[in-house]
């Protein structure tokens, strides 16, 4: 996966008053002349977040690119879930009210299984379930859609990395056409490390704003920063774009989670190779004027 250069191009096209129409690969995020747009646990402004139906949502909307978060249950299933909690987006009070604090950790995959995790969106979504990374993957698989993929919580799970490469292996997202569609993140620099260790080939990316002067040893195992877009500036960016990661291709920065015209703009101006939104087509359309 190649981090794209825009900081020249994006610095023409703010000066100019009307841009090119978009081709259906830019929409995608997939050229250089923008950054690259991921759907932030899928379309998750429009469904409920890291459910089937958020990446569904993507794909309707035109992005191919979705990130989503993983973590484990009490009998070791990969579960896309952002919290460590159960609580704040199913109704596992409802279903188990003795268990707080509702851990993922503590919950079996058959008991996840029986969660609403869509009513708390909205009535459209209920019944939406948490799914299983493996049935996440075969929808992204059967939406053509790339994926960013954080590991959660890597702490709380000892072994997570290796598990998560087993069953990507497994689904075929391991082989050098699936490569192209898959980067892997995590706020863990230690887990970052285990997982370019296991897999060299496989893009990886860091999650934060490590300072400039540490950053030569994020480079020797990350192929992207991947920060807060209010922890950046352009001179941030620029050098991080200064270091060369493991696969001797320039530090890429994908910035999270912008869901305004004005902030995509601005990171944007900094010269971001991604940017990872809530709202992908607010994104879109701010920064390509459709």
Do not use: C
């Not at 794909?59 to 979705?66: D, E, I, Q």
């Not at 490590?210 to 020797?220: F, H, I, N, T």
């Not at 920063?225 to 991080?240: E, H, L, R």
């Amino acid at each position: 996966m190649h981090a794209r250069a825009v900081a020249a191009t994006t610095t023409a096209l703010l000066g100019t008053a009307t841009l090119l129409a978009p081709t259906p690969d830019a929409r995608a995020g997939d050229v250089g002349e923008q950054p690259r747009i991921v759907a932030h646990r899928g379309a998750s402004a429009y469904a409920p977040e890291n459910t089937l139906p958020a990446i569904d949502e993507a794909a309707r909307l035109g992005f191919s690119w979705v990130e989503n978060d993983v973590q484990r249950t009490k009998d070791g299933v990969l579960v896309v879930i952002h919290d460590d909690s159960l609580k704040r987006t199913t109704n596992v009070e409802k279903v188990f009210p003795g268990r707080a604090p509702w851990k993922v950790k503590d919950f079996t995959a058959a008991e996840i299984a029986r969660l609403d995790a869509g009513s708390w969106f909205g009535p459209g979504y209920a019944g939406t379930h948490v799914p299983t990374l493996k049935q996440y993957m075969s929808r992204v698989e059967s939406n053509h859609e790339k994926l960013l993929l954080e590991i959660k919580n890597p702490e709380l799970y000892p072994g997570i990395e290796h598990q998560t490469l087993g069953l990507l292996g497994n689904e075929g997202w391991l082989d050098r056409p699936h490569l192209g569609r898959l980067i892997v993140q995590s706020f863990s620099a230690d887990s970052l490390r285990i997982v370019h260790d296991l897999k060299p080939g496989l893009t990886t990316g860091f999650l934060g704003t490590p300072p400039p002067r540490d950053l030569y040893r994020y480079a020797r195992f990350t192929d992207l920063i991947n920060p807060s877009y209010g922890t950046i500036s352009g001179s941030y960016v620029a050098t991080v774009h200064a270091f060369h990661g493991p696969h001797g291709r320039r530090l890429g920065v994908y910035t999270w989670t912008v869901n305004d015209a004005a902030t995509a703009w601005t990171v944007t101006r900094y010269g971001v190779d991604g940017v990872i939104t809530n709202k992908p087509d607010v994104v879109w359309a701010a920064l390509t004027g459709y």
